[in-house]
Nanobody
Framework: VQLQASGGGLVQPGGSLGLSCAAS????????VGWFRQVPGKEREEVLC????????YFQDSVKGRFTISRDNAKNTVYLQMNSLKPEDTAVYYC????????????????WGQGTLVTVSS
């Protein structure tokens, strides 16, 4: 099981960025995929998750209306679209997979991506 998170970078406040979580070695469509973020000195938090049936679950109220999660099973990839970015969204973003949406990083045991840095700054 291998996940590759990508798409991070530097963006100005109010801007948009799209992250990708590409899977290899297994069929991602059968599993839930969560996006997480972590800043230095803080615990990793789950932001959003998408189930195998394409249902989205938000775990952070601060991203509702700004972030959306989607999946393209043909590309074996899950996406995180981030709009109206704020400086407080700055973090390393990770993706992980498990049978379903778990709500807590420790519950995701099948595989983790390596993280991609998102910096929101002017």
């Amino acid at each position: 099981v291998q996940l590759q998170a990508s798409g991070g970078g530097l963006v100005q406040p109010g801007g948009s960025l799209g992250l990708s979580c590409a899977a290899s070695g297994f069929t991602l469509a059968y599993y839930g995929v969560g996006w997480f973020r972590q800043v230095p000195g803080k615990e990793r938090e789950e932001v959003l998750c998408i189930s195998s049936s394409h249902e989205s679950t938000y775990f952070q109220d601060s991203v509702k209306g700004r972030f959306t999660i989607s999946r393209d099973n043909a590309k074996n990839t899950v996406y995180l679209q981030m709009n109206s970015l704020k400086p407080e969204d700055t973090a390393v973003y990770y993706c992980a997979t498990d049978d379903g949406c778990r709500g807590a990083p420790l519950e995701y045991s099948y595989g983790w991506g390596q993280g991609t840095l998102v910096t929101v700054s002017s």
